[in-house]
């Protein structure tokens, strides 16, 4: 059966109607069971930074946040000890422009927004599925071969190439499901 992905925000009772008989599952930091551990923002610890010897972050989006660079502010190593999922985002309001983002702790050398998508966020979230999430994977796995699934996140872009908006990480779970 499928995997979808939807808005957060859009009322259980549309999807419902629009998915009969599916799965609905939160996972975003605002779920209220063990799926909540799919959310970037969640702590599952000790997270390999990528391009940084021996260094780790608690969560995939303190990786993230903490390698962004800005126009009035380089990295911010204290995103990766945060534990509970408060205060880890760094807007362009507070810090200026996105430069992009360091390739690393040890480095000056910065990567695109795209380039950093692909070789920082997806290889940390991947990380955590397989180091951390195999049993809630292996669940919705088991959960997809009878009904569809519905994932709620808050961004709902699956193409990684679209940088004009944030990607899902429900769309890495689903890829990671199917085998992409």
């Known amino acids: ?8 925000r859009k009322s259980i009772q549309n999807i419902e109607k629009e998915y009969p008989n599916s799965e609905i599952i939160d996972v975003t930091s ?50 990766f000890s945060i534990q509970n999922m408060k205060n880890l985002k760094r807007t362009v309001r507070k810090y200026g422009s996105v430069l992009g983002h360091q390739k690393g702790t040890d480095t000056s050398e910065l990567l695109d927004y795209y380039t950093a998508r692909i070789n920082i966020y997806v290889p940390s979230y991947e990380f955590v599925l397989k180091n951390y999430l195999s049993d809630l ?44």
């Open 30 to 79: 605002k779920a209220a069971d063990d799926y909540v551990k799919f959310s970037p923002f969640y702590p599952v610890g000790n997270i390999p930074i990528p391009f940084s010897d021996n260094r780790y972050s608690e969560s995939v989006e303190g990786v993230w946040q903490g390698l962004k660079v800005f126009e009035n502010h380089g990295i911010d190593e204290s995103k």
């Open 137 to 180: 994977v292996e669940k919705l796995k088991i959960i997809s071969a009878t009904k569809t699934v519905v994932l709620l996140d808050y961004e709902t872009n699956t193409d990684l190439k679209n940088t004009s908006k944030p990607l899902s990480h429900a769309s890495l779970i689903k890829s990671f499901i199917e085998n992409n």
């Open 1 to 8: 059966m499928p995997i979808v992905i939807c808005n957060r």
